[in-house]
């Protein structure tokens, strides 16, 4: 299967492009490498991804979700058969200092994702990587998708029910 993996120079993403990879699929990854926490990590992670011996199955772009000519550009090329979002600005107390690009990042990006990959009628297999912060302060652990969510306490937890 060919993957488009947004956010794949981060934590989760580079592992999960590994893992794609590792089991023989073409893997396109975006990342605008935000400055979130140290960059040259991200970079590392990329480069380790590369490093990996996949070739002609791998390929980066630095690329911005809420850039809309960029992204519709992504899905003009050859089709998807699924897109697995984990790009966002993460991070439950930074949300509070930056409200406004959590919403921007999470919110917006992830409609403009979506938007594009209907315009394009490409598969809609589409995977979004929520948070468990969205239970807000519920008193059942461990937390169950079937809890109401409809309380969150910051930014963040917000930015990710809103396109759930
Ligand atoms: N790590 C966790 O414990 C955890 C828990 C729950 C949910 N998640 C979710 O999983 C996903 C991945 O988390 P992670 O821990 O790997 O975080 P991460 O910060 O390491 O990875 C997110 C990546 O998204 C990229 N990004 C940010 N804004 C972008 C933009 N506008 N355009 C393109 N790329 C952008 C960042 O540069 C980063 O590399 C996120 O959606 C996060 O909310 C993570």
């Not at 011996?53 to 809309?68: L, M, S, V, W």
């Not at 912060?133 to 990710?160: N, W």
Request: glycine letters at 8%; proline letters at 6%; one cysteine or more.
């Amino acid at each position: 299967m060919r993957f488009l993996l947004t956010g794949a120079a981060g934590f989760i993403g580079s592992h999960v492009a590994d893992a794609l990879l590792a089991e023989g699929h073409e893997v396109v990854g975006i990342d605008n490498l935000d400055p979130y926490y140290d960059v040259a990590r991200k970079e590392a992670n990329v480069a380790e991804v590369e490093g990996a011996g996949h070739p002609g199955r791998f390929e980066f772009r630095r690329t911005d979700i809420r850039d809309a000519d960029g992204m519709q550009g992504l899905y003009d090329g050859q089709p998807f058969d699924s897109v697995v979002h984990l790009a966002a600005m993460a991070g439950v107390r930074n949300s509070i200092d930056h409200p406004d690009l959590y919403w921007s990042v999470n919110v917006d990006g992830t409609r403009n994702l979506l938007e594009k990959l209907v315009v394009s009628d490409q598969p809609r297999n589409f995977v979004f990587a929520s948070t468990s912060s969205v239970y807000g302060a519920t008193k059942q652990i461990p937390f169950v998708e079937s809890d109401p969510c409809d309380r969150p306490m910051v930014p963040y937890s917000a930015s990710k029910r809103a396109p759930s």
